[in-house]
């Protein structure tokens, strides 16, 4: 079956490190989109993709970064620009561009040791 | 600008009560609007959706919800809760054409045996 998959589950990074999240999906879909998730806060959209080699900014995308070279492919870095990383995140893919609903891997929780 | 209020941060309710879950929107135009399920450190899962036509949509796992464009609502229901049904729900405002949709902070749902 076809799906998103988001690796690691769970991720640890040190102070000053920047690491990088995996979102692969085999749907062939066009657009992906990655979101934080903080407790009682929703999801808030960090960095969204229409299509490859196209990436736009959400609405906090400061400290983040992102690629898309492949269109089943939209890492996210966390770098550490990013002061208060710890959080749940979400990647999400639709169809194509205006198609609905998004579809969502199951995350990867991030802590700082 | 698009907006989701859900009201409620927790709701509890006893096994085989029913559940209502509010969510109220801003939007301009007839919105698209959804309704996700996320169980702990799951990503989320379309309950149901709504586009345009009948205002009472049904969706996954007995669930159902109602379009009210006069009180900008979109509220769910489940007629017998199950304990299975604890989890966080977010209702979602969207849009055609330009798909970055909207989410609301979530209510924990809490069953009580």
């Known amino acids: 079956d076809g799906g998103i998959t988001q690796s690691p589950k769970y991720l640890f990074r040190k102070e000053g490190q920047n690491v990088t999240l995996s979102c692969e999906q085999n749907l062939n879909h066009d657009a992906m989109y990655w979101y934080r998730q903080d407790p009682g806060q929703g999801l808030r959209l960090i960095y969204y993709s229409q299509i490859v080699n196209d990436f736009q900014k959400g609405d906090i995308a400061e400290g983040y970064s992102v690629s898309r070279e492949k269109k089943e492919s939209f890492p996210l870095t966390v770098t550490s620009a990013q002061k208060n990383p710890t959080a749940f995140y979400l990647c999400a893919s639709i169809r194509r561009w205006g198609d609905q609903p998004q579809h969502f891997g199951d995350g990867t929780r991030l802590s700082i040791l | 600008a698009q907006s989701v209020t859900q009201p409620d941060i927790h709701i509890t309710v006893s096994e085989g009560a029913s559940l209502e879950l509010r969510c109220n929107y801003s939007?301009?135009?007839?919105?698209?609007l959804f309704w996700y399920v996320q169980s702990p450190g799951q990503g989320l899962q379309l309950l149901l959706k709504?586009?345009?036509?009948?205002?009472l949509v049904q969706g996954i796992k007995g669930f159902e919800a109602e379009f009210k464009r006069s009180q900008s609502s979109f509220n769910l229901r489940k007629p017998s809760v199950h304990w299975s049904d604890a989890a966080e729900y977010f209702c979602a405002v969207g849009a055609g054409g330009s798909y970055i949709p909207t989410f609301g902070r979530g209510t924990s749902l809490i069953v009580h045996p």
């Open positions: 709504y586009f345009s036509g009948d205002t």
């Open positions: 939007y301009g135009a007839t919105p698209y």
